[in-house]
């Protein structure tokens, strides 16, 4: 199963789920069903949360207890096929892991959301 945060001209929609079997969709990413939500772009979700339960999504911005000072957008690259840590203020991707960075959630909080254009 793969969960995406989809989006419609540049603002989020909904939540779509991927199964062998079909697709799921969601308003609010808590109840799901069948009925198709329309979108143009989809953001993949990391598998991680944030300390407030909220799931973390490729292009949210994100703070770490750890590095205090700074602030990373979480990007996908699809050639690698993996998340990488870009820094929100110069652009420089930061060497640290992702799945490093993100697996004690309590450390992490979602700051921000990039808009799409």
Known sequence: MRIFRIREAGEIV????EHDFGAYYSLNGYQWNGAPIVYDSIEYFT????RDGERIFENDVVQ??????????????HVLTKFLLVDYFNRNIFNGSV?????????IKRVGVLKQP
Request: charged share 40%; net charge negative; proline share 3%.
């Open 14 to 17: 909904g939540f779509m789920r």
């Open 64 to 77: 770490s207890s750890d590095y205090p000072e700074n602030e990373f957008i979480i990007t996908y690259d």
């Open 47 to 50: 598998k991680f949360k944030d």
């Open 99 to 107: 799945d490093e960075l993100l697996a004690d959630r309590f450390k």
